[in-house]
C-alpha cells in the first residue's frame, strides 16, 4: 500500500492569520486618518507616523495576548525595524516621482538630437535639446576614465599585492580623498592649472577635476574586489614559475575582472552628476562641442543650473527634463554594476 | 590487498599496524627509475621560522632521483613547510625566515643570484585545495605554466594531451577543453591542477596533502598518477593518510613537534617504518597510539 504524501508547510502563515494581520494594517491606517483630525498633527509624514505608531502598539498588545511579553518586544522591534526601512526608500520614492512628474512633460525626440544653440530660455519647450550636454557629460566622463581607472587599478594593485612599505598611509590617503568635496577639487584644478596653464575653460579642466574624485572610488572598490581573490591562486601562479607581474596580470586581474567592471562604473556614477567642479571649469556653452581640449564644453548639471537660473517657465521644464535624463543615465549604470558584480567574482 | 583510505582514527585497531606494514611491502620494490632528471633533491640543515616562532629545526633529507618520498607526522609540525621551503615558496609568508641549504643537482636554490622563478620552475608544486584558475578553460589551465614563464614549446596540442594524459585526465575532459576548469569535480580539479605542474616539465613535484579534500576514489587515481609520475621524476607528497603512505611512497620521513619546533624524527624505507620503525615515537605513531 502506498500513501502519497502532499507537501505542506507547517510553519506558513494560515488564512486566519493573514486576515489578522490585514485588519492591524486597516486598523492602523484608521487610527492614523484619526489622529491627524483630532489633534493638530498635520502633513504626509503625520499620517506616515502614526500608523508606524498604532501599527507597532496593535502588533505588541496582540503578541502579547497570545505570547505573552518577549513575543510582544519581538513585534514591536519588527515594526521599528520596517519602519527604518521605510524611512530610507521614502525620500528616494520621493524625489524620483518628483522629477519624472516636472521632467516627462519636457522630454522629446528632438532633445537628443539638436542643442541650444538656435534656442532662448523662453522658447517653446519643442524647439532647442540637450544633445550638447549629453555629449559633454559623455565626453569628459571617458576623459576622467582614461586617467582614472589606470591610476586607481594600480594604486589597488599596489595596496594588495605589492603591500609595499607605504600602503597602510596611501590606504587613510585614498580613504580621506573619496571625503574630499568637489568644489575643493573644482578649486584646486582651477587654480594648479587653468589659471596658470591653460587660461581657458575646456573640457579637459571638467574631466581633470572629475578625475580627482573618481581615483578614491575606483581604487577602493578595486581593492575589495582583488581582496576577495583567494590567495591560493597567486601562489599556484607563482609556484608555477610566473613573476609576481605575470601572475597579477594572467591570474589575479581575469579573475576579478567582472569586480573591476563594477568598480568602474560606481566611479562613473559618482561623477556622472558631479556639478560644482563642472561649474568652475567648463564654461558651459550652448553648442555641441567635439573638442574637449579647446572652448566651453557643456554638459548635463551645467546645463540643469543654467536652466533653473534663467527663470521661464520654458527653461524649469527644460531642467527638469535634463534632471530626468541625468538620473536615467545614472540608473543605467547602476544597474549594470548590480548586474556585473552579482555575478561570481572567482570559480 | 585492497583498501579504501581511512580516517587515521580508524587505525587504532591492533591488526592495522602489521596490515599498514603488509601494504608497503606488498607493493612491486621498483627499480630507482633511471629516466629520471637530474640527480636527486638534498635538504641541509633546515630550519623554519615564521615571526621569532621556531616551527621547524634542522631537517636533513636527501631524495634520490626518481623516487616518491612521503612525509608523515601530525597537524602542525612543520611537514608542509618543510617542502614550501624547498621550492621557494616559504618566502611568500610574511615574517618568515630560514637556515640551511636546499640542494638541486647539487646547487643551493637559496644562493645569491638564483633566478627564483626558475627553481619553482624545476621544482613544482601540487597544493592541498584544487585551485584551477577560473578565468582559463581546461586546456588554458594546463598551458598556464608555460605562459606565465613565458616558455615556448613546438606542440602545444601535444603537450596538452600528454600531460593530462599522464594526470589521468584525458579520457574525462578530451571532449570539452574550452570549458571552465570550475566545471570540473573536485578530485578531477586536482588532477587538472597536477597536469598543470607537469606541463612546465619539472624534475621535482611537490604535493601538500593533495588528496585530503577528495573522496576516495579520486585519491586512489591520483595515487595512480603519483606512481605513473614517479618514472620521471623526484615526488615528495605530505599526507596524513598513512595508508596512502603506505601505498605510494618508497621512503617515509616522520616529523613531530613536540610543542617546539618540528623535528624529522627517522626516515627509511617506507616498508621498514610500517613494519619496524626504529624510533618509539614513530611506531607510536604508525601504530595509532597517538597523533
Known amino acids: 500500500m502506498t500513501?502519497?504524501?502532499?507537501?505542506?508547510?507547517?510553519?506558513?502563515?494560515?488564512?486566519?492569520?493573514?486576515?489578522?494581520?490585514?485588519?492591524?494594517?486597516?486598523?492602523?491606517?484608521?487610527?492614523?486618518?484619526?489622529?491627524?483630525?483630532?489633534?493638530?498633527?498635520?502633513?504626509?509624514?503625520?499620517?506616515a507616523f502614526t500608523f508606524f505608531l498604532s501599527y507597532a502598539v496593535i502588533t505588541g498588545i496582540s503578541a502579547f495576548i497570545s505570547r505573552g511579553a518577549p513575543a510582544a518586544k519581538d513585534a514591536m522591534i519588527k515594526t521599528v525595524v520596517a519602519l527604518g526601512a521605510a524611512l530610507t526608500v521614502l525620500p528616494i520614492a520621493s524625489i524620483i516621482f518628483t522629477v519624472?512628474?516636472?521632467?516627462?512633460?519636457?522630454?522629446?525626440?528632438?532633445?537628443?538630437?539638436?542643442?541650444?544653440?538656435?534656442?532662448?530660455?523662453?522658447?517653446?519647450?519643442?524647439?532647442?535639446?540637450?544633445?550638447?550636454?549629453?555629449?559633454?557629460?559623455?565626453?569628459?566622463?571617458?576623459?576622467?576614465?582614461?586617467?582614472?581607472?589606470?591610476?586607481?587599478?594600480?594604486?589597488?594593485?599596489?595596496?594588495?599585492?605589492?603591500?609595499?612599505?607605504?600602503?597602510?598611509?596611501?590606504?587613510?590617503?585614498?580613504?580621506?580623498?573619496?571625503?574630499?568635496?568637489?568644489?575643493?577639487?573644482?578649486l584646486f584644478i582651477l587654480s594648479a592649472v587653468l589659471y596658470p596653464i591653460t587660461k581657458a575653460y575646456s573640457g579637459l579642466m571638467?574631466?581633470?577635476?572629475?578625475?580627482?574624485?573618481?581615483?578614491?572610488?575606483?581604487?577602493?572598490?578595486?581593492?575589495?574586489?582583488?581582496l576577495l581573490i583567494p590567495n591560493d591562486l597567486r601562489e599556484a601562479g607563482t609556484a608555477l614559475g610566473g613573476t609576481q607581474w605575470r601572475t597579477v596580470a594572467m591570474i589575479v586581474l581575469p579573475a576579478a575582472?567582472?569586480?573591476?567592471?563594477?568598480?568602474?562604473?560606481?566611479?562613473?556614477?559618482?561623477?556622472?552628476?558631479?556639478?560644482?567642479?563642472?561649474?568652475?571649469?567648463?564654461?558651459?556653452?550652448?553648442?555641441?562641442?567635439?573638442?574637449?581640449?579647446?572652448?566651453?564644453?557643456?554638459?548635463l548639471p551645467y546645463y540643469i543650473w543654467k536652466s533653473f537660473n534663467a527663470g521661464s517657465p520654458e527653461a524649469l521644464t527644460r531642467a527638469w527634463a535634463g534632471l530626468l535624463v541625468l538620473m536615467l543615465l545614472v540608473l543605467i549604470l547602476f544597474v549594470a554594476a548590480r548586474a556585473l558584480s552579482s555575478r561570481k567574482v572567482s570559480k | 590487498?585492497?583498501?579504501?583510505?581511512?580516517?587515521?582514527?580508524?587505525?587504532?585497531?591492533?591488526?592495522?599496524?602489521?596490515?599498514?606494514?603488509?601494504?608497503?611491502?606488498?607493493?612491486?620494490?621498483?627499480?630507482?627509475?633511471?629516466?629520471?632528471?637530474?640527480?636527486?633533491?638534498?635538504?641541509?640543515?633546515?630550519?623554519a621560522w615564521f615571526g621569532k616562532n621556531h616551527v621547524l629545526s634542522d631537517v636533513n633529507l636527501e631524495f634520490?632521483?626518481?623516487?616518491?618520498?612521503?612525509?608523515?607526522?601530525?597537524?602542525?609540525?612543520?611537514?608542509?613547510?618543510?617542502?614550501?621551503t624547498i621550492n621557494r615558496m616559504h618566502e611568500f609568508i610574511p615574517g618568515a625566515a630560514m637556515a640551511g641549504q636546499v640542494l638541486l643537482d647539487g646547487k643551493d636554490v637559496y644562493a645569491p643570484g638564483v633566478d627564483v622563478t626558475k627553481i619553482r620552475l624545476q621544482i613544482g608544486m601540487v597544493f592541498q585545495k584544487p585551485n584551477p584558475f577560473p578565468s582559463?578553460?581546461?586546456?588554458?589551465?594546463?598551458?598556464?605554466?608555460?605562459?606565465?614563464?613565458?616558455?615556448k614549446v613546438e606542440n602545444k596540442d601535444e603537450l596538452l594531451e600528454s600531460c593530462l594524459v599522464r594526470a589521468g585526465l584525458w579520457n574525462e575532459v578530451k571532449d570539452r577543453l574550452n570549458t571552465h576548469g570550475g566545471s570540473l569535480s573536485g578530485g578531477q580539479q586536482q588532477r587538472l591542477c597536477i597536469a598543470r605542474a607537469l606541463a612546465v616539465s619539472p624534475q621535482v613535484l611537490l604535493m601538500d596533502e593533495p588528496c585530503s579534500a577528495l573522496d576516495p576514489g579520486s585519491t586512489l587515481r591520483i595515487e595512480e598518477t603519483i606512481r605513473e609520475l614517479s618514472d620521471s621524476m623526484t615526488i615528495v607528497i605530505v599526507t596524513h593518510n598513512m595508508q596512502q603512505a603506505a601505498r605510494v611512497s618508497d621512503y617515509t620521513a616522520f616529523f613531530l613537534s613536540d610543542g617546539g619546533p618540528g623535528e624529522m624524527i627517522e626516515v627509511a624505507r617506507t616498508s621498514e617504518i610500517f613494519s619496524q620503525p626504529k624510533d618509539q615515537r614513530t611506531e607510536n605513531y604508525v601504530t595509532g597510539r597517538f597523533g
Open chain 2, 64 to 84: 634520490s632521483a626518481g623516487s616518491v618520498t612521503a612525509l608523515i607526522g601530525p597537524s602542525g609540525c612543520g611537514k608542509s613547510t618543510f617542502i614550501r
Open chain 1, 3 to 47: 500513501t502519497t504524501i502532499a507537501p505542506t508547510k507547517p510553519w506558513a502563515k494560515s488564512s486566519r492569520d493573514r486576515v489578522r494581520d490585514f485588519s492591524f494594517i486597516l486598523i492602523s491606517i484608521l487610527f492614523s486618518f484619526l489622529a491627524v483630525e483630532v489633534t493638530p498633527l498635520k502633513g504626509k509624514l503625520a499620517y
Open chain 1, 206 to 226: 571638467g574631466s581633470l577635476a572629475l578625475t580627482i574624485l573618481m581615483i578614491p572610488t575606483i581604487a577602493r572598490t578595486s581593492e575589495e574586489v582583488l
Open chain 2, 136 to 151: 582559463m578553460t581546461i586546456g588554458e589551465n594546463v598551458l598556464s605554466g608555460l605562459k606565465l614563464a613565458q616558455l
Open chain 1, 100 to 186: 519624472l512628474k516636472n521632467g516627462l512633460p519636457g522630454i522629446h525626440l528632438s532633445l537628443f538630437t539638436t542643442d541650444m544653440s538656435m534656442a532662448t530660455p523662453t522658447d517653446p519647450i519643442a524647439t532647442g535639446g540637450l544633445l550638447h550636454a549629453i555629449t559633454g557629460t559623455i565626453t569628459m566622463v571617458i576623459l576622467a576614465l582614461i586617467m582614472s581607472v589606470p591610476i586607481g587599478i594600480l594604486t589597488a594593485l599596489y595596496l594588495t599585492e605589492i603591500k609595499g612599505k607605504f600602503a597602510g598611509p596611501i590606504r587613510f590617503l585614498v580613504q580621506a580623498m573619496s571625503g574630499v568635496p568637489s568644489i575643493v577639487a573644482g
Open chain 1, 257 to 299: 575582472r567582472s569586480g573591476l567592471m563594477t568598480a568602474v562604473i560606481l566611479g562613473i556614477a559618482r561623477i556622472a552628476g558631479e556639478t560644482a567642479p563642472i561649474l568652475l571649469l567648463t564654461g558651459g556653452g550652448d553648442k555641441v562641442n567635439p573638442n574637449a581640449f579647446n572652448g566651453p564644453i557643456g554638459s
Open chain 2, 1 to 47: 590487498m585492497i583498501q579504501t583510505p581511512e580516517s587515521e582514527k580508524d587505525m587504532s585497531t591492533p591488526a592495522q599496524p602489521s596490515s599498514l606494514a603488509s601494504v608497503a611491502s606488498a607493493k612491486p620494490q621498483r627499480t630507482q627509475a633511471s629516466t629520471a632528471q637530474g640527480t636527486g633533491l638534498e635538504a641541509r640543515g633546515i630550519h
